[in-house]
Each structure stands twice: as structure tokens, then as C-alpha cells.
């Protein structure tokens, strides 16, 4: 039975565990941690959770496809649930015995017949096959401000990542940096439960979308296959003009809170999601303002040239990708910096055959929904059961990265849509009437990947069909008007045949 060592075990080195055991593979997960889950392990060593935190998904969009949640689950799970969720699905597949705990990997590198793992516990190890999932958010990212080094305040310099004892800042001003989801939510943690003052200071102000809008969660309306075709076959500026609406009719924009404009495209601005922080800024409970100029001593000037002094200053700016069990030449080969990794749609890289990547690109959305098709389409190709993509695809595909650049954030639904047409388990919502509606504009449930293909479910309809009506998203089989007018537009503007006819009822 071939060997793979798998780095990594959260949600993606999990479910590739999973995959590959049924595909006849052998599977050894080496995880740092006390306990596997990845960030929702808890374990300060790689989990960036704080005590308060729950999923910024919904949970129909935050579980994999063979184990629901148990019944009565929050629509968005605390951190705690997820946590323990993965050690259900651990166990749901004997997953636990491959898992060595407290075990760090020092260095993978290729030799003659596969691949050697030297870790802790052992000189080298050498493994028929490797999966790298050790996740993109382990190295924070503190960009350089003129005089932080000079910062004195009482509670210091942090990065979300590092908050775990709120209750310290009771009391305290607090600047909060950045305008991504960690920071959003971050001071609006911070702001109610006592925090004295919070401000928080961006470069550009995105477009902020609630996680609830009418009781339906947004990833549920914004993550579907409709707006993946849409952003596949409209021109970009349409496509944006219609995702901006959207945004507007469900969350407003943000200067009608008090907070800054942002640039007219959607695009140039970026989106992220908070339930919380407009509302707070409304209510004169969190002032926004512009990024740094520099830090004097506790006091902060800003680019406008206000000022103000601060007991803390907290950082949500993102991370940085390190990888540093990879080999220097492996690394060149790969393109690595702190921000890109050239590969093969997000997996194989053509002159480094028996390795590939889970859950490593950066993304909005839900992430368990591409991470377990990615998995699915590493484990079928390894084991042969659909046709490996050539080499001259895969340096095809490496080339068109690297030609990007810095790469952009993209969806889930678009990296869904990806990996299940890769795999081929992409359903066609014409060869399903009752759930055609729920398909192109239902949420993108991990079960909705069982109906069709390898490893389909039967109970995969019904499942399917009970996820979309929850919460009211999808209580009729019948295309509302609008919905109609959409997949019209859809069927003139799309660019291929399948398109053309996904979109059509």
C-alpha cells in the first residue's frame, strides 16, 4: 500500500486523509499541534482562534460532505463545535491512529523513488507521496509603519493572530489596523465587550457585507455556482456592476455608517464580511481612520493628521506564506515568496511529481467546500481513477501563475466549481429538475458534490435538498422572475456550450 506523509492535520490534511485511505493509499498525517484541527484546534502553537470567536461561514458551508453537524448547531458554529467536529470526522475515519501529534517536520526533499520527510521523531522517513497542508495563515504579517519600534503603550504591539485575552484590554484605547475580516471583527470584540476607546485605521475601505441578511446567511446568496458562471462569462466590468449591487441592497455601503467611501469598483476596493462593525460605527462606538503617517512614543499620527494615543495597537494585515520544511531548490522551483506559490491549479507543479498542495491559495468564503474537492481530485488522480492532467498542461498552467504576478484573492465558489469539474463530480442542474433552482442559486453545500460522479451518495439529493431550504434560502423549486432574467443573461453572455446550458432551467 503506497505511503503518503500528509503536513498538516487541520481541515485539509483531514479530509485528504480521508480521500486517499479510500483510494487505497496509506496515509501518515504529522501534525505540530497537541490535538489536529489546524486553527480550530485551539493549540497557540498554530491556531489564531480568541475565546468569542465563531465561523465567519455558515455551518451548512462550514462541514464536509460524509458528516453533518449533530442537530441544533448555531447557523455560525463557535470554535470550539468546529474543533470538535474535526475530531469526529477524525474518528468518523479511523483517521486518529495515523495522526502523530507533537511532531513537526523539518524538511521534505525528493529522492529516488519518493520522498523523504525528516521530522522530530525520526532522521528521514520516506514516503511514496507527499501533501502539503499545513495552511497559508501560520506566519503573521505586521507591515512597516515609521517609529512602531517606539511604541510604549501599556499593551503593546500585536497581530490578531496572537489575540486570545481580550478581557486585558477593558478599559484600554485600542487602534486596530487593517480592513480584512480578522480586523473587522476584531475590534468589534474589542468595542463591546469594554474595551475604553477603538479606532481602526485602513489603507482603503472595502465594501462590508453582513454575515446574516434576513435571517439567510450571505454566503448562502453570494458564494453560488450562478455568480461562478456569472464571473466566468460576463465581462469583468458587468459582472462587477452586478456583485456591487448586490452587496449594496444586502449590507449598504459603508459611508452611510460614517465610515469612508470606497472606490466605486468592487473590485479596486475588495469586500469583506462583518456582521457587527458598520452598525458600531453608526453608533459612534468605533471611529475609522485613515492608515498610519507614524508612531511617537504611545501616540499615533495618521495620514490625515489627526492624532491620537493609544494604550495597544493591534494588527489584522494578513500573513505571510513560509513553507520552511521545503528544500531550497524546491522552493525556487515553486516560485515561493510571502505571498505566491506557483502551481498547477493550486496542486501539482509538473517537475515535482508525488507532491501536492491542500487549502494554500487565499481566498473569501467558506473553505471546506474546495478543500475536500481538491482532496478528492488529488486522491483520484494518484490512485488512477480519472486521468492525470499532462505534463504539458500542468506547465501550461504554471507558466499562466507565474505570468499573473502578485496573485488576487479569489472565492469559493469559483475554486469549488475548479476542483469538482477537475475531479468530476461537478452536477448538472438540468439533469436535476427538483434541484436545479438550489444548484445555480443555493448555497454550494459540500453534499451537492455527492450526486454525481466517483464516491456519489444516495442520500446526496435529500441532504441536499433540506441544507437549501434552511433559513429560508430556497423554499421553492421554482425560478423566481428575476432568477430567469439572470440565467438569460447568463446564456447570451456565456462562453461556452456547457455554460450556455448550465445556465438555462
Not at 511604541?151 to 497581530?159: C, E, Y
Not at 454550494?444 to 458534490?449: C, G, I, K, Q, R
Amino acid at each position: 500500500m503506497p505511503r503518503v506523509a500528509i503536513i498538516g492535520a487541520g481541515p485539509g490534511g483531514l479530509v485528504a486523509a480521508r480521500y486517499l485511505q479510500s483510494e487505497g493509499f496509506e496515509p501518515v498525517l504529522f501534525e505540530q499541534a497537541q490535538r489536529p484541527g489546524g486553527q480550530w484546534s485551539g493549540d497557540p502553537i498554530c491556531s489564531g482562534v480568541w475565546p468569542s470567536m465563531r465561523t465567519n461561514t455558515s455551518r451548512v458551508l462550514t462541514q464536509f460532505s460524509d458528516l453533518p453537524h449533530a442537530p441544533g448547531l448555531a447557523v455560525y458554529p463557535s470554535n470550539r463545535e468546529i474543533g470538535d467536529y474535526l475530531l469526529r470526522f477524525a474518528d468518523r475515519f479511523d483517521l486518529s491512529r495515523r495522526i502523530r501529534l507533537r511532531t513537526k517536520v523539518h524538511e521534505i526533499a525528493p529522492v529516488p523513488g519518493g520522498w523523504a520527510v525528516r521530522h522530530d521523531a525520526h532522521d528521514a522517513e520516506i514516503f511514496d507521496r507527499v501533501v502539503v497542508a499545513c495552511g497559508r495563515f501560520q506566519h503573521s504579517r505586521i507591515p512597516e509603519v515609521p517609529g512602531l519600534a517606539s511604541f510604549s503603550g501599556s499593551h503593546g504591539v500585536a497581530h490578531t493572530s496572537a489575540y486570545k485575552h481580550p478581557e486585558r484590554y477593558r478599559g484600554k484605547r485600542v487602534l486596530v489596523a487593517g480592513c480584512a475580516i480578522s480586523a473587522l471583527e476584531v475590534a468589534s470584540d474589542l468595542c463591546m465587550l469594554g474595551a475604553a476607546r477603538v479606532d481602526l485605521c485602513h489603507r482603503r475601505q472595502r465594501y462590508v457585507l453582513p454575515k446574516l441578511v434576513a435571517g439567510v446567511p450571505s454566503d448562502h446568496r453570494v458564494f453560488t455556482r450562478f455568480q461562478a458562471l456569472a464571473e466566468e462569462s460576463l465581462p469583468r466590468g458587468e459582472f462587477g456592476e452586478m456583485l456591487k449591487g448586490l452587496v449594496l441592497a444586502w449590507g449598504g455601503s459603508p459611508e452611510q455608517f460614517g465610515a469612508p467611501k470606497p472606490a466605486d469598483s468592487i473590485f479596486e476596493a475588495g469586500l469583506t464580511l462583518s456582521q457587527h462593525f458598520l452598525p458600531l460605527v453608526a453608533e459612534g462606538r468605533i471611529e475609522v481612520r485613515p492608515w498610519f503617517d507614524r508612531v511617537d512614543d504611545t501616540r499615533v499620527r495618521f495620514k490625515d493628521g489627526s492624532a491620537e494615543t493609544y494604550d495597544g495597537i493591534v494588527f489584522g494585515t494578513g500573513f505571510e506564506l513560509k513553507m520552511p520544511f521545503l528544500g531550497e531548490p524546491t522552493r525556487r522551483m515553486l516560485g515561493l515568496d510571502a505571498q505566491r506559490l506557483d502551481l498547477f491549479r493550486h496542486t501539482f507543479h509538473p517537475q515535482l511529481p508525488g507532491l501536492a498542495f491542500v487549502g494554500i491559495w487565499d481566498q473569501s468564503g467558506p473553505m471546506f467546500p474546495p478543500v475536500e474537492l481538491q482532496a478528492r481530485w488529488i486522491a483520484y488522480v494518484w490512485s488512477g481513477a480519472i486521468a492525470a492532467p499532462t505534463l504539458e498542461e500542468m506547465e501550461v498552467g504554471v507558466a499562466e501563475c507565474r505570468a499573473r504576478g502578485v496573485p488576487e484573492k479569489t472565492k469559493m465558489n469559483l475554486m469549488a466549481l475548479l476542483f469538482a469539474r477537475a475531479a468530476g463530480v461537478e452536477p448538472d442542474p438540468q439533469r436535476w429538475p427538483r434541484l436545479a433552482r438550489a444548484l445555480l442559486f443555493g448555497p454550494l453545500a459540500p453534499v451537492s458534490f455527492r450526486l454525481e460522479g466517483r464516491d456519489a451518495l444516495p442520500d446526496a439529493p435529500d441532504r441536499f435538498a433540506e441544507e437549501a431550504r434552511a433559513f429560508g434560502c430556497m423554499q421553492s423549486s421554482q425560478f423566481q422572475e428575476s432568477e430567469l432574467q439572470q440565467l438569460r443573461r447568463l446564456a447570451c453572455g456565456a462562453q461556452s456550450p456547457q455554460a450556455a446550458a448550465w445556465a438555462r432551467p
